[in-house]
């Protein structure tokens, strides 16, 4: 099984580094783990708001029903709900460097 991303929690921000609690339940693990993140020029972050009233949308509207604006590293914060994303295989790995860092807003 191929997978590109973990979801967690940020523990810790140092440097270009990200710490991430990636709970083995939200993702393809067998048991808890921090995940080494690294962070470089062409690392993409984004802030997402994905709470939205599902019932508010008009039937058959297409687009994009989150609000999505890019941030920067600086405005990351320990305690973040993130998404950490490769475009490589990141099954087994507990270090590599994201290609994207979304943060998710609830």
């Known amino acids: 099984t191929t997978f590109y991303s973990y979801v967690g929690t940020i523990k810790s921000l140092v440097g270009n580094k990200i710490e991430v609690e990636a709970l083995a339940s939200n993702n393809y693990l067998k048991n808890d783990e921090t995940i080494v993140v690294l962070t470089n020029g062409e690392t993409v972050f984004l802030e997402q708001d994905k709470n939205i009233d ?51 807003v609830k």
Do not use: C, H, W
């Not at 305690?79 to 270090?95: A, Q």
């Open 54 to 104: 599902i019932n508010q949308i008009e039937p058959g509207t297409s687009g994009e029903f989150y609000k999505t604006k890019t941030i920067g590293f600086g405005d990351l914060k320990v305690g973040n709900e993130v998404t950490v994303i490769d475009y490589e295989n990141v099954r087994g790995k507990t270090e590599f460097t994201a290609k994207r860092v979304e943060v998710n």
